[in-house]
């Protein structure tokens, strides 16, 4: 029993399922795709190769969508050496840009396999508040307890009594086993407490959230980095995930954020949400360049199956308007 059958690989993903999958991605990157492909197909327009203009044009283009310079470049170099036998064939242009966007982003894909590891599988998650952490956490959980594994939700972020709700809210939809305590007690002790009672219950995963804000960064941090030391005195393997997620319509802050929490929280892989709010989904490129850590899952939308493994292939088509290949 994996979740990688509907969060992970296409393997043992049923045809309909993909299908509704690609419809979701694609429809979800269509502000992505429109800007980008309208743009450079213009450029493209009435020519076979371009000139230094069109490619200086092209690069310019490319960096306007949060692509930054380095990967534009990298992009362009390879526009320049395609060769387009009908210069009005939009679909050469795009499967070109399709296949340089891949190229930059096949290395930095990884899986999220909770149901693959030891049980129980603890995963954290980080990231600044408003990104979609507590909506990521429930449609994990949601999908996974559809698969029949017995959850855990765990709500580390103390602070804040709307956020504890809100959980509690995903817990009684995902049909998971909700825990929580009163706004300002330990997050680290609950997080302890909940990894104990996950291994004496014999759970299959635990989802803890965490705190998205503090009086400042360094109390946030510290925050995160108790949760972890105490866990690991009950499961020195543990978290087994820790995952950062962040939110697609901030542009470069998201890149920021990556550098603040990847640098010290011991991030495992990244959730790239709210893709479908925004024209500029092509900041995912930086931000998985950046990152020591994979891309695990991109959310591009508020519902269960909008959350989804993320693949470099099928992403970068979608950022270009093509449907994935099946
Ligand atoms: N359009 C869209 N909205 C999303 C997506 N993921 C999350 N959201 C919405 O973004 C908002 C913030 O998400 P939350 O899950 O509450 O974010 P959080 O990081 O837990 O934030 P706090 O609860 O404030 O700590 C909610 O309204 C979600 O429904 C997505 O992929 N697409």
Redesign the pocket.
Known sequence: MRLASKHGTAVGMTEEKKKGWFERLTH?LSRTSQTLTEQVTQVFSQKESLSDSDLEALEDLLIESDLGPQISANISAKMAQAKFSSSKDSTAVREALASALADELVNHEGTFEPLGGPKPYIVLFV????????????KIAASLTAKGAKVLIVAG?TF?A??VE?LKVWSERAKADFMGRKTGADAAGLAYDSVVKAKEEGYDVVLI?T???LQNKQALMDELLKIVRVIKRVDPDAPHETLL?L?ATVGRNALSQEQIFGRQAFVSGLVM?????TARGGILIPIAKASDAPIKL?????DIE??HAFKARDFARSMVGLEPQA
Do not use: P, Y
């Open positions: 979800g990231g600044v508040n408003g990104s979609g952490k507590t909506t990521t956490l429930g972020d804040r709307a956020a809100q959230d705190a998205g804000r997620v939110d949400t709210k893709l479908d709010g991109i959310g591009v939308g508020e909008d959350l």
